[in-house]
């Protein structure tokens, strides 16, 4: 079985009972993926790229267990030691684990953007989320202008949305 696909069997494990954060992690998995293939990313950029997706939104789990929110800023504190130690136990370089927990610990943090992975990591959080969380035009529209970067991802966004 590849790292990937033990990863992910890792995340399911950890959020099982919770088929709505399982689902979210995919279907942003691959339109992360969709969009690095899009962007031409090399192997490695898009080793963390999705690594980074599928274990994203590890903080919920733990910031609902510890605080009873699982808001955007508590999921950047408490998902980074998560993420790390599911990595290391799966042999990922230190290279990748960290840059992948540095993300996890960004991804709900719209400022200072410092790479293309983590520009991607956060164009596929909000297509599924756009969705998931059945947005308005006006809403889908200023946040693709806003936020999107990507010319793939920002193709997505129109496309997906009929903007």
């Given at each position: 079985?590849?790292?990937?696909?033990?990863?992910?069997?890792?995340?399911?494990?950890?959020?099982?009972?919770?088929?709505?954060?399982?689902?979210?992690?995919?279907?942003?998995?691959?339109?992360?993926?969709?969009?690095?293939?899009?962007?031409?990313?090399?192997?490695?950029?898009?080793?963390?790229?999705?690594?980074?997706?599928?274990?994203?939104?590890?903080?919920i789990k733990i910031a609902k267990e510890k605080y009873g929110d699982?808001?955007?800023?508590?999921?950047?504190?408490?998902?980074?030691?998560?993420?790390?130690?599911?990595?290391?136990?799966?042999?990922?370089?230190?290279?990748?684990?960290?840059?992948?927990?540095?993300?996890?610990?960004?991804?709900?943090?719209?400022?200072?953007?410092?790479?293309?992975?983590?520009?991607?990591?956060?164009?596929?959080?909000?297509?599924?989320?756009?969705?998931?969380?059945?947005?308005?035009?006006?809403?889908?529209?200023?946040?693709?202008?806003?936020?999107?970067?990507?010319?793939?991802?920002?193709?997505?966004?129109?496309?997906?949305f009929g903007l």
């Amino acid at each position: 079985m590849r790292k990937l696909d033990r990863l992910i069997m890792e995340m399911i494990e950890f959020d099982k009972g919770e088929p709505r954060r399982i689902q979210h992690f995919f279907k942003v998995h691959q339109f992360a993926r969709m969009i690095a293939v899009l962007e031409n990313v090399s192997e490695a950029e898009m080793e963390i790229i999705e690594t980074a997706a599928i274990v994203h939104d590890i903080g919920i789990k733990i910031a609902k267990e510890k605080y009873g929110d699982s808001n955007g800023k508590l999921q950047e504190v408490e998902g980074p030691p998560y993420a790390r130690d599911m990595l290391v136990n799966l042999e990922y370089g230190e290279e990748i684990v960290n840059r992948v927990c540095y993300l996890v610990g960004h991804h709900h943090t719209y400022t200072d953007i410092d790479g293309l992975d983590y520009q991607i990591l956060i164009e596929a959080d909000f297509l599924v989320n756009l969705y998931d969380h059945n947005s308005d035009k006006l809403t889908i529209k200023t946040t693709c202008d806003k936020i999107f970067k990507t010319k793939s991802g920002t193709e997505i966004c129109h496309k997906m949305f009929g903007l």
